[in-house]
C-alpha cells in the first residue's frame, strides 16, 4: 500500500506518542497554540530558521484548537495576539458556535482547526491505472451532481457519499468516465460579501484550508462524528470509485485564500505571516493576479512548501488521482511577479517522488499581465484547452446562426480540422496532443444545453444587474431565447448539443465533460452560477426524453473513442516518418477528392473528411473515417475512394435518425441534412 511521507511537515502530530505541534513563520514574534481542555502551549523558534515547535502532552485526537501569533507591526503585518486562528496546516475544520454571527468572520472565530486520525482500512484497493489515450474526464460539483438523484437516499444527496452510491457510479460507467474530477472540496468559506448578502459560494474557490476536506459536503451522519467522520466519508468515496475504476481528480486552488483583500477576513496565513505568503506591490498593496483580492507568493519557499506539503497529502494518505490547478498561471510566477515555465515550485510538482503517479492538470491562465499562458506549461502538465473551446464553439454555434442571419459565415474549415486533431501548434510535437484537455463546457460559462438555447446571459439571479460573468459566450439560441415548446428549435438544439459533444470525444487529446451536459441540465442562462445558492440547477436525473438521448449519445460515443485508437494518438506524427501511436491523417473535400487549400479556408466550403489511420504501438491497426459538415444546408458528399477501402460503415451520427448498419461502397454519396459530424468504420 501506499507509504506516508516521512519528511517533517507543520500542524499537529499525535500519532508517535509524544504530540508535538509545528508552525512556520518569519516574521512572528511570538506562536501559541491553544488546545480546547489542554491549555495553551507556547512554541519555540527553532535556531534562525522560520519553524516553532513545541511538545503538547496531553493532546488527542478529536481536540479542537486554534493559533495566537505576535509580531511587528507594519504594513505587510496582520498581528494580534488575542486573535484566534487556524492551522493551515489542520487535517480537520469545522465551524464553531459562532458560525451563526455574521461580524465573527471579520476575526477569525467563524472556524476551529481538529486534531484527526486519518486511519482507514482501504482493504487493498489502490488507484486505478487509466491510459491517458483512454481517459474521459467528467467535471462535478459534489452539491449539485446527486441533490436531485431519487436513486440515491435523501440523507446522502449532494455529498461525497452521494457520490459514493452505487446509482451515481452505474451512471459514471454507463457514459464512459474514467477520471472524476471534483469542484474544490479543500475547505473552503464564503466571501463576505455574499454572506451578508445572504448567499453562499456554490462552487468553492475560496480555500480556508489546504489539507482539510470540506465538512459542508460530507452527509449529516457524518459531521456529527466530527472532523475524523467527515474525512472518513472522503476516503470513503475515492475508495468505491477506485473499486469501481475511477479516478479522482480535485480541483485545488492555491493561488488566493479565502482572507480575501487588505481589510478582509483575517482567519490564518495573513495573521501569521501575511508578509511572507502574499504577493506584495511596491506600495504595499496587495499585488493580486487572481481577482480574488490576494495571490499567493509561491517564490517564497516556505509558501511554495505548504502547497506541495498539501498535494503530497492527499496524493499518499487520501490517494486521490491528480489535481486541477485553478489559475496556474499565478503559482508561476517568480518574485517579480513574471511568469516562469520552469518555477521551482512546478519542478516539484513535476518531479517530487509522492506525486510521481498524479495528474497535473492546469488552467494555464490568470488575470495578470502577461497572464494568458496556454501552450507554456511542459512536461507531465496537461492544460485546458481554451483555443479548443472556442474554435468549436465558432464553428458549430456561432458560424451557424451567421448563416442563418446573414446568408454565410466568415470562416471555413481549417480552424476546427487543428482542434480535432490536438491543437499542435500550442503542444508542439514534444509534448503531444495528449497535453491539451479538450472541453466545451466547464463550471463557470453556459452548460452546454443553454449554450444553445441563450444568445446572452442571463445572471439576474446573481444580484450584480447582470454585470458579472463573460459576455463572450458564442452561443446561438437557435431563433428564441431560452425554453421553448417548439419541436423544430429543440430538435436543432439537440443536434447542435450532439456536435459539440461528439467534437470533443473525437478529437485528439483528453476529452472533458462538464457533469450534467449529458442529461440537458440548465442554469436557465446563468453563466456565472458560483454565487447562486437555493436556486442553482442540479443534474436532471429526471425520465426526461431529451436527457435520456443527450446520455446516450455521450454514452455511445465513449465507447467509439474506446474502440477507436485513431481517434486518441498519443504523439503527433512527422510528414515522411511512422510514428508509433500516433495517427496518419489523409483530408478529403466534399467530392471525395483530396482537399484543397481552398477548400480549408473559403467560409461556402464548410465540410470536410477525415480519414485517420492509427500507428500501432500497443492495440491493433485501426482506421476511421470523420465526416463533418459545418452548414445548415443539404449536401451531397462523396465517401473518399481508396485503394484499401471497400466498404463503409455509419457507425454514429449526429442526426438522430441515420441508419447506422447500411453498409456504403467507396465513392457513394452521402447526404448531409444540416450541420453534422458522422463516424464511419471500414468495413
Known amino acids: 500500500m501506499y507509504e506516508t511521507a516521512t519528511e517533517t511537515t507543520p500542524g499537529f502530530r499525535v500519532d508517535d506518542g509524544d504530540p508535538r505541534m509545528t508552525v512556520r513563520s518569519a516574521s512572528a514574534t511570538a506562536v501559541t497554540v491553544v488546545v480546547d481542555g489542554r491549555g495553551a502551549f507556547p512554541l519555540a523558534r527553532q535556531g534562525d530558521t522560520d519553524e516553532w515547535s513545541a511538545s503538547t502532552p496531553g493532546v488527542q485526537v478529536g481536540d479542537t484548537y486554534h493559533l495566537l501569533v505576535d509580531g511587528p507591526s507594519g504594513p505587510r503585518h496582520d498581528f494580534d495576539p488575542t486573535r484566534p486562528l487556524l492551522d493551515p496546516y489542520a487535517r480537520g475544520i469545522v465551524a464553531t458556535d459562532a458560525d451563526a454571527d455574521a461580524e465573527a468572520g471579520a476575526d477569525g472565530t467563524r472556524w476551529t482547526s481538529v486534531v484527526v486520525d486519518g486511519d482507514f482500512d482501504w482493504g487493498g484497493v489502490t488507484k486505478p491505472v487509466v491510459p491517458l489515450d483512454r481517459a474521459v474526464v467528467y467535471e462535478a460539483n459534489?452539491?449539485?451532481?446527486?441533490?436531485?438523484?431519487?436513486?440515491?437516499?435523501?440523507?446522502?444527496?449532494?455529498?461525497?457519499?452521494?457520490?459514493?452510491?452505487?446509482?451515481?457510479?452505474?451512471?459514471?460507467?454507463?457514459?464512459?468516465?474514467?477520471?472524476?474530477?471534483?469542484?474544490?472540496?479543500?475547505?473552503?468559506?464564503?466571501?463576505?460579501?455574499?454572506?451578508?448578502?445572504?448567499?453562499?459560494?456554490?462552487?468553492?474557490?475560496?480555500?480556508?484550508?489546504?489539507?482539510?476536506?470540506?465538512?459542508?459536503?460530507?452527509?449529516?451522519?457524518?459531521?456529527?462524528?466530527?472532523?475524523?467522520?467527515?474525512?472518513?466519508?472522503?476516503?470513503?468515496?475515492?475508495?468505491?470509485?477506485?473499486?469501481?475504476?475511477?479516478?479522482?481528480?480535485?480541483?485545488?486552488?492555491?493561488?488566493?485564500?479565502?482572507?480575501?483583500?487588505?481589510?478582509?477576513?483575517t482567519t490564518s496565513l495573513r495573521g501569521i505571516d501575511g508578509a511572507g505568503r502574499y504577493r506584495w506591490s511596491d506600495t504595499d498593496t496587495y499585488y493580486d493576479t487572481t481577482g480574488c483580492g490576494n495571490t499567493l507568493d509561491t517564490s517564497v519557499t516556505a509558501t511554495a512548501d505548504l502547497v506541495l506539503d498539501s498535494l503530497r497529502y492527499w496524493a499518499r494518505e487520501v490517494q486521490v488521482d491528480g489535481f486541477r490547478f485553478d489559475l496556474m498561471a499565478s503559482l508561476a510566477r517568480d518574485a517579480d511577479h513574471v511568469f516562469d515555465p520552469e518555477h521551482p515550485l512546478l519542478e516539484r510538482i513535476r518531479n517530487h517522488p509522492d506525486l510521481q503517479d498524479t495528474l497535473v492538470i492546469a488552467e494555464p491562465w490568470d488575470v495578470g499581465p502577461d497572464g494568458w499562458r496556454t501552450g507554456s506549461f511542459g512536461a507531465r502538465t496537461l492544460e485546458w484547452n481554451d483555443g479548443f473551446r472556442d474554435t468549436v464553439r465558432k464553428f458549430w454555434l456561432e458560424d451557424i446562426a451567421d448563416e442563418r442571419r446573414r446568408g454565410a459565415p466568415d470562416a471555413g474549415i481549417g480552424a476546427l480540422a487543428g482542434a480535432l486533431t490536438g491543437s499542435r501548434h500550442l503542444f508542439g510535437a514534444e509534448r503531444g496532443p495528449l497535453s491539451g484537455v479538450n472541453f466545451v463546457t466547464a463550471h463557470d460559462g453556459f452548460t452546454l444545453h443553454d449554450l444553445v438555447s441563450f444568445d446572452?446571459?442571463?445572471?439576474?439571479?446573481?444580484?450584480?444587474?447582470?454585470?458579472?460573468?463573460?459576455?463572450?459566450?458564442?452561443?446561438?439560441?437557435?431563433?428564441?431565447?431560452?425554453?421553448?415548446?417548439?419541436?423544430?428549435?429543440?430538435?436543432?438544439?439537440?443536434?447542435?448539443?450532439?456536435?459539440?459533444?461528439?467534437?470533443?470525444?473525437?478529437?485528439?487529446?483528453?476529452?472533458?465533460?462538464?457533469?450534467?451536459?449529458?442529461?440537458?441540465?440548465?442554469?436557465?442562462?446563468?453563466?456565472?452560477?458560483?454565487?447562486?445558492?437555493?436556486?442553482?440547477?442540479?443534474?436532471?436525473?429526471?425520465?426526461?426524453?431529451?436527457?435520456?438521448?443527450?446520455?446516450?449519445?455521450?454514452?455511445?460515443?465513449?465507447?467509439?473513442?474506446?474502440?477507436?485508437?485513431?481517434?486518441?494518438?498519443?504523439?503527433?506524427?512527422?510528414?515522411?516518418?511512422?510514428?508509433?501511436?500516433?495517427?496518419?491523417?489523409?483530408?478529403?473535400?466534399?467530392?471525395?477528392?483530396?482537399?484543397?487549400?481552398?477548400?480549408?479556408?473559403?467560409?461556402?466550403?464548410?465540410?470536410?473528411?477525415?480519414?485517420?489511420?492509427?500507428?500501432?504501438?500497443?492495440?491493433?491497426?485501426?482506421?476511421?473515417?470523420?465526416?463533418?459538415?459545418?452548414?445548415?444546408?443539404?449536401?451531397?458528399?462523396?465517401?473518399?475512394?481508396?485503394?484499401?477501402?471497400?466498404?463503409?460503415?455509419?457507425?454514429?451520427?449526429?442526426?438522430?435518425?441515420?441508419?447506422?448498419?447500411?453498409?456504403?461502397?467507396?465513392?457513394?454519396?452521402?447526404?448531409?441534412?444540416?450541420?453534422?459530424?458522422?463516424?464511419?468504420?471500414?468495413?
Open 456 to 683: 446572452a446571459k442571463h445572471n439576474e439571479a446573481n444580484g450584480e444587474e447582470n454585470r458579472d460573468g463573460s459576455n463572450d459566450n458564442r452561443s446561438f439560441n437557435h431563433g428564441i431565447e431560452g425554453d421553448t415548446a417548439d419541436r423544430g428549435v429543440r430538435a436543432a438544439r439537440g443536434r447542435s448539443m450532439r456536435n459539440l459533444m461528439a467534437t470533443v470525444l473525437l478529437s485528439a487529446g483528453v476529452p472533458m465533460i462538464t457533469a450534467g451536459d449529458e442529461r440537458s441540465r440548465t442554469q436557465n442562462g446563468n453563466n456565472n452560477a458560483y454565487v447562486v445558492s437555493d436556486d442553482l440547477a442540479p443534474v436532471d436525473w429526471s425520465d426526461d426524453e431529451d436527457a435520456e438521448s443527450m446520455t446516450e449519445a455521450m454514452a455511445a460515443l465513449t465507447r467509439l473513442r474506446a474502440a477507436h485508437p485513431a481517434l486518441r494518438p498519443s504523439r503527433f506524427g512527422v510528414p515522411g516518418q511512422t510514428t508509433p501511436s500516433a495517427s496518419r491523417m489523409s483530408w478529403y473535400g466534399p467530392d471525395g477528392q483530396a482537399m484543397t487549400a481552398e477548400g480549408w479556408d473559403q467560409p461556402i466550403h464548410r465540410a470536410l473528411q477525415y480519414f485517420v489511420e492509427s500507428t500501432p504501438e500497443h492495440e491493433p491497426y485501426d482506421r476511421v473515417l470523420v465526416v463533418v459538415h459545418g452548414s445548415g444546408r443539404t449536401r451531397d458528399l462523396t465517401l473518399p475512394t481508396r485503394e484499401d477501402v471497400f466498404t463503409y460503415r455509419l457507425a454514429w451520427s449526429s442526426e438522430k435518425h441515420r441508419d447506422h448498419d447500411r453498409h456504403r461502397p467507396a465513392g457513394t454519396v452521402f447526404t448531409a441534412y444540416g450541420p453534422g459530424i458522422h463516424v464511419f468504420e471500414v468495413v
Open 142 to 265: 459534489v452539491r449539485t451532481f446527486t441533490s436531485a438523484n431519487p436513486a440515491v437516499p435523501e440523507e446522502l444527496r449532494g455529498t461525497y457519499a452521494g457520490i459514493a452510491h452505487e446509482s451515481t457510479i452505474a451512471h459514471l460507467q454507463r457514459i464512459g468516465v474514467t477520471t472524476l474530477e471534483l469542484l474544490p472540496v479543500q475547505a473552503f468559506d464564503t466571501e463576505r460579501w455574499l454572506r451578508e448578502a445572504g448567499r453562499e459560494n456554490a462552487w468553492g474557490y475560496n480555500t480556508l484550508g489546504f489539507f482539510a476536506p470540506h465538512a459542508g459536503h460530507a452527509s449529516a451522519g457524518a459531521r456529527a462524528a466530527g472532523a475524523d467522520g467527515v474525512l472518513r466519508e472522503f476516503k470513503g468515496m475515492v475508495r468505491l470509485l477506485h473499486e469501481a475504476g475511477i479516478q479522482v481528480v480535485l480541483d485545488v486552488v492555491y493561488n488566493h485564500t479565502a482572507e480575501e483583500g487588505l481589510g478582509g477576513p
